[in-house]
């Protein structure tokens, strides 16, 4: 049994033990305290660049708003003759027309075979191409999609594709 006094000894221990202990599961957001605060996380942060396919079928016709809420914020913008054209990460590309997003450029093809089913990566999985030579696969009219070309790369592989959504 414990008598009053080494209670009264354990006592200040026991605090502190519980103190370190709470600080560890929630840290301090003092910024005088370095190494024991994470950074919180900023509201007006965009989402990260999603992994893996990207699917085209949400980007086409959306604003630079709605785009940027799919694949975060663009790396850079330009004025051009046809609209706006911003760059975002994973090698996309994409032209606003009229403040949508029409045109559209996806190079990040993760290494893939040039081939028709490539065209899986951007989210047409089975459509069938019109036309294929040594250079490039297009389809007319797939998946809601005004025209599509697959390039082939310098390396033999998928190069990029480029994609009109709406206009020629």
């Not at 024991?36 to 509201?43: G, H, K, L, R, S």
């Not at 940027?68 to 663009?74: V, Y």
């Amino acid at each position: 049994m414990t008598t009053k006094a080494s209670r009264a000894r354990l006592a200040p221990l026991l605090a502190l033990a519980l103190l370190a202990a709470c600080s560890r599961e929630q840290p301090s957001a003092d910024a005088d305290s370095p190494g024991t605060a994470e950074a919180a996380p900023d509201v007006g942060a965009t989402p990260a660049a999603p992994s893996g396919p990207i699917d085209v079928h949400p980007l086409a016709g959306q604003t630079e708003t709605g785009v940027a809420a799919l694949l975060g914020a663009p790396q850079a913008c330009a004025d051009v003759a046809q609209g706006r054209r911003c760059t975002y990460a994973r090698g996309v590309e994409i032209v606003y027309i009229n403040g949508m997003a029409d045109h559209m450029v996806v190079a990040d093809l993760g290494g893939a075979p040039f081939e028709a089913a490539t065209i899986a990566r951007i989210g047409l999985a089975g459509a069938e191409p019109q036309q294929a030579d040594a250079d490039a696969i297009r389809w007319q009219n797939a998946g809601g999609m005004r025209e599509i070309v697959l390039e082939r790369g310098a390396d033999g592989r998928a190069g990029r594709f480029v994609i009109k959504a709406m206009t020629p």
